[in-house]
């Protein structure tokens, strides 16, 4: 039998087998693209402004993103027992106190964020507060702070990046088209990179879009195991996803940018193609993978 153990690490060689997929994919547009230009300085610079995207979004995205949303800080005396509980859990998972901050939004949600687990924030909507008993919230914020300590939000930070980056590439690529030739290279294997490079600017977007889905909901899968392992009560989460999904309340703070940084999706969508774009895995393949965990 599969035990919470062996769940984290088959979702944790998974997810790292998908980023380096991701990362190898991103370069290989890059090389299309600088192939079908005539100049390899195109490959450089893509990958140099990369670099710099991503350094940037790893020192500030964690201000960007309660900024967004509004979130306020929490002190122990406004919120005793919230606190109580993220300091005891982090104690156990033998983490720093991470930041704890409120959104006001009556949608029952919460996340994760920060570079690393010394500058990590936690950040809970007024609405899940409102739902949950404490061994059910105990579940919620055992699974942000496994957030926290597997480095979900750098990975998450990082992919969001990457994805932004190739629909820019590709962006750029379908209008700058005309100005192909010339560079000295042979005009026949130049064509031919220039057509799998308008195909490449097409699709890119969209597959860097499904890989980017298929690690985070990896990474989702990850936390409810960590989280049920720290806690040693995997029921209390899963009858808090069971709350959150029959809520049905959708976020007025949340953006598609980070929707999946949340433990849920903030967003009540439905309908066939949505399903294959979901951020999250579905909610009831969770719930059944913590009722089938063996906390032994």
């Keep these: 039998m599969a035990t919470l153990y062996t769940h984290q690490s088959e979702n944790a060689t998974k997810t790292w087998i998908f980023l380096t997929g991701f990362f190898v994919f991103v370069m290989g547009v890059g090389f299309v693209f600088s192939q079908a230009y ?64 409120i959104v006001n939004d009556p949608s029952p949600n919460a996340f994760a964020t920060g570079r690393d687990k010394e500058h990590a924030a936690v950040a809970v909507h007024t609405g899940l507060l409102s739902i949950l008993n404490r061994s059910e919230l105990e579940g919620v914020l055992a699974h942000e702070l496994s957030h926290v300590g597997n480095r979900d939000t750098l990975i998450s ?11 820019i590439l590709s962006d750029f690529f379908l209008r700058t088209g005309h100005r192909f030739g010339g560079g000295g290279r042979d005009n026949k294997a130049q064509g031919m990179f220039i057509l799998i490079g308008f195909v490449f600017a097409l699709l890119a977007p969209i597959i860097a879009t499904l890989i980017k889905l298929a690690i985070t909901r990896k990474r ?21 996803l069971e709350k959150i999904s029959r809520a049905g309340v959708p976020s007025t703070t949340a953006n598609h940018a980070i929707a999946h940084m949340y433990i849920a999706n903030p967003f009540s969508e439905k309908g066939v193609v949505t399903k294959l774009f979901m951020t999250h895995p579905p909610v009831e393949e969770r719930i059944a993978n913590l009722r089938g965990m063996n906390v032994s």
Excluded at 157 to 167: C, H, K, M, P
Excluded at 220 to 240: I, K, M, V, W
Aim: aromatic share 12%.
């Design 38 to 101: 005539g100049s390899p300085g195109f490959l450089y610079v893509a990958v140099a402004i990369s670099i710099l995207m991503n350094v940037g979004s790893y020192w500030y995205s964690d201000k960007l993103v309660l900024s967004m949303v509004h979130a306020t800080p929490v002190f122990r005396e406004d919120h005793p027992e919230l606190w109580n509980i993220v300091e005891n859990l982090s104690i156990t998972a033998g983490l720093p106190m991470p930041k704890l901050y």
């Design 220 to 240: 989702e899968f990850l936390a409810d195991a960590s989280g049920a392992l720290l806690t040693r009560y995997p029921e209390g989460l899963a009858s808090a």
């Design 157 to 167: 930070t990082v992919v969001v990046v990457l994805v932004g980056f190739v629909t």
